[in-house]
Each structure stands twice: as C-alpha cells, then as structure tokens.
C-alpha cells in the first residue's frame, strides 16, 4: 500500500550518528537541513505555495517496559512529523499508523536510523516495549503559506 502522507526512509542516518544524537553531540542545524530536505524532496508536490517553518517540539524520547500508549490523532493540519528511531535494543514498540478507524494498521519496521516522515493529522500509535527501551527523535514542521510564491494549479 502507497500512502502520500507518509514516508519511510531506510538508514537515513547510521548508527554512529544516532548515538550522537542520544548522547547530545550532534549539530542539530546540519540535521534539521537534512530532513528539511528530505521533507521538499517527498512532500513537494503537496507544498506548491508553501515553506516551511523551522523544527518545533524535538525531543528526544524513551519507551519503557509496560509503559502505557495511547492512539494519537493532532488536529495540526498544517504540520508534517519526523521521527527517526534512534537503536535496535528493544521489541516489540512498533511505531503504527492507524487505518479505516483503527480496523487495521500500516506497521513501520525497526531499525536505528530510520526516518518517517507523515502529516501530523494522521492517526498513529506505539505499541507496548517488551523488552528493552526504545529511543526516537521526533519533532515538526509547520507549512507556511507562501504570497510570494509563485500559483501553479495541479
């Protein structure tokens, strides 16, 4: 199944790079220019008449044993989500998109360095760690009308 509201890129960085994220030296300015560009590259024809905002909300986050998830759905219409997953040493937490009302689900696999990007609006869960915790970088973009754009009807 091909979605246009979602993006999934394989070693996107290596692991050597997700540890220095994890342990807080990396230059976040060369990859927020990273994934800005990934972003125009997969996403342009959905942006005619659009920029985008600098990154807003980037954290990094841990996911525990047993710790409970909710389904999650932001009303951002106008926002695009990165995630990277930032190590291999857990199972199960797989990070899901939720479809037809969460009858079924589009499942991202694991893998250090993966990135996602998808529209903030969709509907998205992670299920329960088993073993292990999971470590992601997230954060968002804002959509900007461009005036000084040039209009193309598509």
Request: hydrophobic residues 35%.
């Amino acid at each position: 199944m091909r979605n246009k509201k979602i993006k999934l890129l394989l070693n996107f960085i290596d692991e050597h790079e997700c540890s220095k994220i994890l342990s807080g030296h990396y230059d976040q300015n060369i990859l927020n220019k990273k994934i800005h560009n990934e972003i125009q590259k997969h996403f342009s024809i959905k942006f005619k008449g659009f920029k985008l905002s600098d990154f807003t909300d980037i954290k990094i986050n841990e996911y525990q044993v047993d710790q409970k998830y909710h389904d999650f759905k932001s009303n951002d219409d106008n926002f695009i989500s990165f995630m990277i997953q930032l190590n291999n040493e857990y199972e199960e937490g797989y990070f899901q998109f939720l479809i037809n009302n969460g009858e079924n689900y589009f499942q991202v696999n694991h893998g250090a360095g993966h990135l996602v990007l998808f529209f903030s609006n969709l509907n998205q869960r992670t299920t329960p760690v088993t073993k292990g915790i999971k470590k992601t970088l997230t954060g968002k973009v804002l959509l900007i009308k461009d005036n000084g754009a040039k209009q193309t009807l598509i």
